[in-house]
């Protein structure tokens, strides 16, 4: 079965530090989504891209994320600073084109002390 | 603000039960709807989709869909322990490839 993978699967880091989280989508999947998941907010949309270029990203804080798809197979998601509000699970999705349903990966766990 | 609802439950059935979880959305044009399956420490998992009016039957699921009441169920039959988890609705907003998900029901089998 095609699957999205996330790396890392877990990350602990400081405050103020740097977060680099990667996504690699299902092979032949046009679009790509980001999503953070937190006990109080539930499922948060932060960005997605479209055959590469990025549609929204309104979900996002602007001034420490960035989200970035260098090529089909890479997607990051950066944080930089880091704060522990954002402590929470990310997950990457991915779909192929059309009204259809995404599938995701399994997730980044991430703790910023 | 386009928005999808679900009871937070949560649901308690016992095992061998048919469950129930519903879901409304307020986007009238809304062409496609997803149920998917989340395990506690997991990530979301797709179960289910449908697209036109009435009923969708894939083994012990069944997806059912009223655009005119803008309601999407699911109803699981014998329904086992290993079906608790919470169940994710999920709706494309303004035509767009962006869905919105409920806020989750989730469901406990009890053995």
């Known amino acids: 079965d095609a699957r999205v993978t996330q790396t890392p699967r877990h990350k602990v880091t400081e405050m103020g530090q740097e977060v680099t989280m990667r996504c690699q989508p299902i092979l032949g999947h046009n679009t790509v989504f980001w999503y953070r998941q937190t006990m109080m907010q539930g499922l948060e949309l932060l960005a997605y891209f479209r055959n590469r270029a990025p549609l929204d990203d309104s979900g996002m804080p602007k001034d420490r994320f960035s989200a970035e798809m260098p090529d089909a197979t890479l997607a990051t998601l950066k944080i930089q600073p880091s704060e522990p509000r954002d402590s929470a699970v990310y997950f990457c999705?991915?779909?192929?084109?059309?009204?259809?349903?995404?599938?995701f990966g399994d997730g980044t766990r991430l703790s910023i002390l | 603000q386009k928005e999808v609802e679900q009871n937070s439950g949560p649901l308690s059935v016992p095992e061998g039960a048919i469950a129930s979880l519903n879901c409304t959305y307020s986007?009238?044009?809304?062409?496609?709807f997803f149920w998917y399956r989340q395990y506690s420490g997991k990530s979301p998992e797709l179960i289910m989709s449908i697209y036109s009016n009435g009923d969708k039957e894939d083994g012990r699921f069944t997806a059912q869909l009223n655009k005119a009441s803008q309601y999407v169920s699911l109803l699981i039959r014998d329904s086992q322990p290993s079906d608790s988890a919470t169940y994710l609705c999920a709706v494309p907003m303004d035509s767009s490839y962006k869905l919105i998900f409920g806020s989750g029901t989730r469901l406990l089998v009890r053995p």
């Open positions: 999705a991915s779909g192929p084109d059309g009204y259809q349903p995404q599938h």
């Open positions: 986007d009238r044009g809304s062409q496609s």
